[in-house]
Every structure is written in structure tokens, then in C-alpha cells.
């Protein structure tokens, strides 16, 4: 399968734990996004990548949230003391360098703190 | 601000009819327009984009978009609704291709 892949697909956790979701690309693509879905509600935009370099990160991600791509592959996100309030979808996408072209997601990572 | 606004929550058609899903935009430049979809415990679909050149485009599963720069707009059409495109659709704008913006979504009921 060479789609995005995002691991885990389901995430349980209690109030306070560190999670840590993982998202692989598509192999050719240099730009990384991730957002965040909850129920009935668009993708919020959190972050993206081209490459290693994080070049915007939203407002809305607090201090708790970081997000890596170390060597311009993979990519993680971490959510520190996790909130009820971040239960959500996870969603990672890719797309090529140059942004005339879709982005491609991935199924998500569901994540529910209890 | 850059922001994408689908003003219906929820649309409801009878399977047969046309369908139109309003999508209006506020950003600065000239924008990549996309439509995505999301069926139940499924990640987004790529319908269709606009990028440059005709008003009108067409995209998967008999879906079509017509850009309207004078009303900032980029409705979703369909000539002939089918049951199975009940879901969750997406607008979402790309100022520059760079970060992608979402809309909230609109539901799309078609009725049998």
C-alpha cells in the first residue's frame, strides 16, 4: 500500500499521559500536514512540514502539542498531559512540493482520553 | 483572516435530482480550491480542485465545481444525485499551496 499510513489507527488513554502518534507518507512527498477532527466538525489545521523544516504551526496548538519530521520522512505528534479536550480524530496528509496537487490523508488516529 | 464558509450543515436531495453543496472563500491571492469527501470511519477523498484556467471543473464519481472569483465561491454540483453519495463533504482553500483550510462540512442526505 503506498498511501499515507498513520499508527495507531485507535488510542486510549488516561487524563495526564503522553501519546505519541506516528504518520509515514506517501515516499515521494515533501510537505506533511497534520490537522485535527472532531465529531461532525472540519480538519483544524495543527501544523505542516516541507521536509524536516516545520514552517507554520497553529495557534491553536498549545505548548503540550509538538510535532517532528526529523529526516524528512516520517512524522510524529506528541500531546503531553493529555485533556479530555483532545479526544479527537488525528489526521495526517502529504503532498507534493509545489501545491498545485491534492493532499492525500491518511484514516486518522482516534484518540480518546479518559 | 483565510477562511472557507459552507453555510448549510446539512443538505437533503432526492435521489434523481441535482445537488449543490455552497462553498465561499476569503483569502488574498489566487487560490487552490478542493472538495473532499468523508464517508463513516473513513479518512478524506479527494473530489476535485481548481488551479487555474476553466471555471468549470470535474472531478470523481460525477461530481463538478464551478469557481466564481466576483463571488469568492466554489460550489459543488452534481447533475443526478445518487443514495450513495450520502456523506460529509468537505471545501477547503490553499492560499498559495501552502497550508490547507478546511471548511466545518456539510452533510449531504439523498433521499431514496
Known amino acids: 500500500d503506498t498511501g499515507v499510513s498513520q499508527n495507531p489507527r485507535h488510542k486510549i488513554t488516561k487524563r495526564g499521559q503522553n501519546v505519541t502518534f506516528r504518520c509515514d507518507p506517501i515516499s515521494e512527498h515533501n510537505r506533511l500536514y497534520w490537522y485535527r477532527q472532531t465529531l461532525g466538525q472540519g480538519p483544524e489545521f495543527l501544523t505542516y512540514?516541507?521536509?524536516?523544516?516545520?514552517?507554520?504551526k497553529s495557534r491553536l496548538l498549545s505548548d503540550r502539542f509538538s510535532a517532528e519530521r526529523p529526516k524528512g520522512s516520517f512524522s510524529t505528534l506528541e500531546i503531553q498531559r493529555t485533556e479530555q479536550g483532545d479526544s479527537a480524530m488525528y489526521l495526517c496528509?502529504?503532498?507534493?512540493?509545489?501545491?498545485?496537487?491534492?493532499?492525500?490523508f491518511g484514516q486518522g488516529t482516534r484518540l480518546t482520553v479518559v | 483572516a483565510q477562511s472557507v464558509a459552507q453555510p448549510e450543515d446539512q443538505v437533503n436531495v432526492a435521489e434523481g435530482n441535482p445537488l449543490t453543496v455552497k462553498c465561499t472563500y476569503s483569502?488574498?491571492?489566487?487560490?487552490?480550491l478542493f472538495w473532499y469527501v468523508q464517508y463513516p470511519n473513513r479518512g478524506l477523498q479527494f473530489l476535485l480542485k481548481?488551479?487555474?484556467?476553466?471555471?468549470l471543473v470535474k472531478g470523481s464519481y460525477g461530481f463538478e465545481a464551478e469557481f466564481n472569483k466576483s463571488q469568492t465561491s466554489f460550489h459543488l454540483k452534481k447533475p443526478s444525485a445518487l443514495v450513495s453519495d450520502s456523506a460529509l463533504y468537505f471545501c477547503?482553500?490553499?492560499?498559495?499551496?501552502?497550508?490547507?483550510?478546511f471548511g466545518k462540512g456539510t452533510r449531504l442526505h439523498i433521499l431514496p
Open positions: 512540514f516541507q521536509n524536516e523544516a516545520q514552517l507554520e
Open positions: 496528509a502529504s503532498r507534493p512540493t509545489g501545491g498545485v496537487t491534492e493532499a492525500f
Open positions: 477547503a482553500v490553499s492560499p498559495r499551496g501552502d497550508k490547507i483550510i
Open positions: 481548481y488551479i487555474t484556467g476553466d471555471n
Open positions: 483569502v488574498s491571492g489566487n487560490p487552490y
